[in-house]
């Protein structure tokens, strides 16, 4: 897949059919825009925005986010997308009316042939322009514009919002539902307080940083290591939260991974949230805290084999 950060496409990259969007999470609804914006004999491309505009608009406002960037490409790329728009979303492009969004990025700079955004989409300054805005600006610059029905899941909505309160009420399950796939959270392993190896779990830490949070606590995880000497899939169970019995104050995702020994510093993992198991908690002594890991870890292992 080729990742453009650019309004221009190259010459071989013009005439793809492109969905657009945010596509935080790439849920089910997403996937479905995906779909319809498939041609045979085309390019499948995805328009998206990096940063997203809500991040722009508002930074100071909490974390949102389902995915970042690397995660949602590795996404796009496992459904087949060929082309990966990732507009930099700046003051200019804010300012765009949706007349020059479609006449300037959409068909003179990326050169689209077709283009899919679901019936909530908003576009141009000041979020002024809709589907139907679309679809009319489209007809009209030589583009043709699918629109795609909101997708709904067991009489519900399927959302990025009502997905972040699934994952906030500590329902994974729920959370993959909509989806599609299981939530992920994803980068470098970084370098902690190396605690957990002096207690027999030694762990990778990821940080949740720009990430809407999930609930506190611990999780039954499947893990896949994405790059480096050690590549693979393994099970795990993981800590997601501040650590209260030491102290901390910044929120972090430490992993224990089943059956593996190595040195995973700077490898890239992609670490699947499957079930929430118990909140953080504190305790009278390390040895107490061992014994709670211990069936953490067993519970675990119980859980992901039920999965299968």
Known sequence: MRIIRDLTAPPDARGASAGIGNFDGVHLGHRAVLDLARRDGVPLAVVTFEPHPR??????????RLMNAQARAHRFERLGVDI???LPFDAALAALTPEAFVADVLVGGLGLSHAVVGEDFRFGRGRAGDA???VRLGQAAGLAV?????RGIEGAEISS???????????PRDAARMLGHWHRIE???LHGEKRGRTLGYPTANLSLEGLHLPRFGVYATLV????GPHQGHHGGVASLGVRPMFGGSVPN??????????DLYGATLSVALVEWLRPEMTFSSLADLITQMDADSARARAVLAAHG
Do not use: C, H, K
């Open 224 to 227: 896949d290591i994405l790059d």
């Open 146 to 150: 699918t629109v795609a029905p909101l």
């Open 161 to 171: 919002t009502a997905i972040r309160l699934a994952l906030s009420e500590g329902r």
């Open 55 to 64: 991040q722009f608009f508002a930074p100071e406002a909490p974390p949102f």
């Open 132 to 134: 139907a805005t679309l």
């Open 84 to 86: 990966l728009y990732e």
């Open 253 to 262: 995702l430490e992993v224990f991974l089943f059956d593996f020994a190595g």
């Open 187 to 189: 980068g470098p392993v």
